[in-house]
């Protein structure tokens, strides 16, 4: 199970075989950097990559921003050595591309005790396959280090001969099962990229879309898109706002004895407050974050 008072707004992707954009991330406001060794490394490049990242995270200097690399899968040539340089490399998640039942996560399991990884390194995994997204629940439950679903919204839209649409609707299926099983698990939920980099409307709609549906955060492909992901996937001011009147007013009258509590002309239940109370953690987790990861005056950390 996942700390779900951990910022994950923005999980920007970087590939791996690039230094500089490596070197860089350290000073990027995203939430989490993940070091793909995937999709983004050539088959030729699969070695660099990997010790271009092992090289990065030993170095350091990423402040309190959440570290994770993607792995090619086992069913790869890179996938063993990804994993052994993974346990090792001082991140805080590994990334499993391409997830489709629980057995591939217990076999990621028992690698990572043979190559001696940390007892805290999470699995994160990847939903980009109807396989995946129909086995959702046995992937999320095949261990207690399985922290995070990711919708790996691109390729799934190949798998479902779908059509990319504005309003994602030949995906709200998908994103709603995958979103069902993380919060009946207490996962995090991060949703997929959104790949027009020229499409700023689109990117925030689709940004709003992911909040109101439930999702933490969203993976990110591009530094840009940073600013608009932590904006969305925050609570507003008029949210916090409203969130500590509820929790003011319900405690006041909580101390009075009355049963009913009713703010603006609402009637406040429990299950009010007890959003309310979330927002105002997650909002302080994130100032927190901000302030950790803020380049100090000589420009390092």
Not at 222 to 228: E, L, Q, R, S, W
Request: proline fraction near 5%.
């Amino acid at each position: 199970m996942t700390d779900n008072m951990r910022p994950r707004r923005s999980l920007l992707f970087m590939p791996g075989v690039n230094a500089r954009a490596l070197a860089k991330a350290r000073e990027l406001p995203a939430d989490g950097l993940i070091f793909d060794l995937e999709d983004a490394v050539a088959p030729a490049a699969k070695g660099e990559a990997r010790a271009a990242v092992g090289t990065a995270l030993a170095a350091g200097g990423y402040g309190r921003r959440e570290l994770v690399v993607r792995v090619n899968g086992l069913d790869t040539p890179w996938g063993r050595d990804d994993l052994a340089a993974a346990a090792r490399c001082g991140c805080d998640a590994v990334l499993l591309p391409k997830v489709e039942s629980g057995a591939s996560v217990r076999r990621t399991l028992d690698l990572l005790e043979e190559f001696a990884a940390p007892d805290n390194l999470e699995i994160w995994c990847m939903l980009e396959t109807p396989r995946g997204i129909l086995r959702a629940e046995e992937i999320a439950t095949a261990s207690t280090r399985v922290a995070a679903l990711v919708m790996g919204t691109s390729d799934l839209t190949k798998e479902l001969r779908a059509r990319h649409t504005p309003d994602r609707r030949p995906l709200l299926a998908s994103l709603g099962h995958c979103l069902l099983v993380a919060r009946a698990y207490g996962l995090t939920a991060l949703d997929g990229v959104h790949l027009d980099l020229h499409d700023d409307t689109g990117f925030a709609a689709a940004c709003r879309q992911g909040v109101d549906l439930g999702f933490d955060g969203k993976t990110l492909i591009h530094p840009k898109t940073i600013a608009v992901a932590n904006s969305l996937f925050a609570p507003d001011a008029a949210a916090l706002a409203w969130a500590r009147k509820v929790i003011t007013v319900h405690s006041a009258a909580m101390e009075r004895g009355e049963g009913i509590v009713v703010v603006d002309g609402q009637l406040i239940e429990n299950l009010h407050v007890d959003d309310a109370r979330r927002l105002v953690a997650l909002a302080a987790a994130i100032s927190a974050l901000e302030a950790a990861n803020l380049p100090a005056p000589n420009g390092g950390h």
